[in-house]
Nanobody, 120 residues
Framework: QVQLVESGGGLVQPGGSLRLSCAAS????????MGWYRQAPGKQRELVAD???????HVGDSVKGRFTISRDNAKNTVYLQMNSLKPEDTAVYYC??????????????WGQGTQVTVSS
C-alpha cells in the first residue's frame, strides 16, 4: 500500500506565495514521475507540473514562470513552489505519483487534495 501525504495549501492574497509538499510512503519498488494537478470548480483536472527522477520538469503554460516543481528523492517528496499567485490559481491541488510496485507493475496514485484559495 502507498500513501501520499500532502501539505501546504491555504488562503493567500493575490501576489502571494505558497509551497505544497507531498510525501510518498509505503511499499513500492521505485518512484517515477511525481507531479501536481489541480481542479477548479466546474473545470477539468489539469496538469500543473511534474518532475522525473532525474529532475526534468514539465510545467503548464498557465503557471510557467511563477510555479517551480522539485523533488527530494531521498525523502520521496515532491514540492510545488507557487509564487505570484492569482485568483485563477484557486483550485484543489492533487499530488500524483507514478511508480513501479513491488510486483514490478506500473501504478498511479493520487493524494487526497489540498485547497489553495487566492483571494483578497
Amino acid at each position: 500500500q502507498v500513501q501520499l501525504v500532502e501539505s501546504g495549501g491555504g488562503l493567500v492574497q493575490p501576489g502571494g506565495s505558497l509551497r505544497l509538499s507531498c510525501a510518498a510512503s509505503g511499499s513500492f519498488f521505485s518512484l517515477i514521475t511525481m507531479g501536481w494537478y489541480r481542479q477548479a470548480p466546474g473545470k477539468q483536472r489539469e496538469l500543473v507540473a511534474d518532475v522525473t527522477p532525474g529532475g526534468s520538469t514539465h510545467v503548464g503554460d498557465s503557471v510557467k514562470g511563477r510555479f517551480t516543481i522539485s523533488r527530494d528523492n531521498a525523502k520521496n517528496t515532491v514540492y510545488l513552489q507557487m509564487n505570484s499567485l492569482k485568483p485563477e490559481d484557486t483550485a484543489v491541488y492533487y499530488c500524483n505519483v507514478k511508480l513501479v510496485s513491488g510486483s514490478m507493475s506500473l501504478r498511479d496514485y493520487w493524494g487526497q487534495g489540498t485547497q489553495v484559495t487566492v483571494s483578497s
